[in-house]
């Protein structure tokens, strides 16, 4: 299958900082690419959509001046946490829509600490 | 809000065959039955997909009832390296790349010695 990954596997940073996390499509473009969050012992939510070129699509609840989303090339999405604060500590996972087979392929994922 | 309903953990000895439940009695005609499981923190991995006819690959099989209202992942021989998170997501390709996963709480499966 289609390869994702993300950069960094893992970052701790100081409350009131901001962390960019990497997600990129190895060998395939992709158009489409999706952020989820994960807190322990519970299930993917689901961000946002990023589409390349345009703006991302937030999920209810999902403040989007927190969590920016740049989409600038065919293969890399990044989210940026700005202002991190504890609370903002999780799981972070991308995953990215692949073309051929009409399908998502998800990166190791990104674990935030915010101390 | 997930559309499915599936146990929420499972045991099986290893080299036996895993039987994974899942209801979708909401699924509509255009939506497809999805497959994923997650190893410990690790990125969900994409297991198998199907329509309405039954489906297998390398890893897994999948049984979709005749009225679509419920599936059944089968792992044919489970080893220790299957214990994961199993997800069954419905999902309506319309959108093509940009179609929403969306999971739910999907079942603990741990395969013992």
């Known amino acids: 299958g289609a390869v994702v990954s993300q950069h960094p596997s893992r970052v701790i940073c100081k409350s009131g900082t901001s962390v960019k996390i990497e997600c990129r499509s190895l060998d395939f473009q992709a158009t489409t690419m999706f952020w989820y969050r994960q807190f322990p012992k519970q299930s993917l939510m689901l961000m946002a959509t990023s589409n390349e070129g345009s703006k991302a699509t937030y999920e209810q609840g ?3 001046d927190k969590f920016l989303i740049n989409h600038a090339s065919l293969t890399l999405s990044t989210l940026t946490v700005t202002s991190a ?3 903002d500590s999780s799981f972070y996972i991308c995953s990215a829509g692949e073309t051929l087979y009409n399908e998502q392929f998800f990166g190791p994922g990104t674990r935030l600490t915010v101390l | 809000d997930a559309k499915t309903t599936q146990p929420p953990s499972m045991d099986c000895a290893e080299g036996r065959a895993a039987n ?3 209801n979708h009695s909401t699924i509509s005609g255009n939506e497809y039955v999805y497959w994923y499981r997650q190893i410990h923190s690790q990125g969900p991995q994409y ?3 199907g329509l309405k006819n039954n489906e297998t690959n390398e890893m897994a099989s999948l049984i979709i009832t005749e009225d679509r209202k419920s599936s059944t992942l089968i ?3 489970a080893t220790l ?3 994961a998170v199993y997800y069954c ?6 959108g093509g790349t940009a179609s929403k996963l969306t999971f739910g709480t999907g079942t603990r499966l741990q395969v013992t010695l």
């Open chain 2, 89 to 94: 997501i419905v999902r309506d390709l319309t």
């Open chain 2, 47 to 49: 297991i198998i997909h």
């Open chain 1, 85 to 87: 604060h504890p609370e």
């Open chain 1, 62 to 64: 999902v403040e989007k």
């Open chain 2, 20 to 22: 994974l439940p899942c």
């Open chain 2, 75 to 77: 792992l044919p021989h």
């Open chain 2, 81 to 83: 390296r299957d214990t």
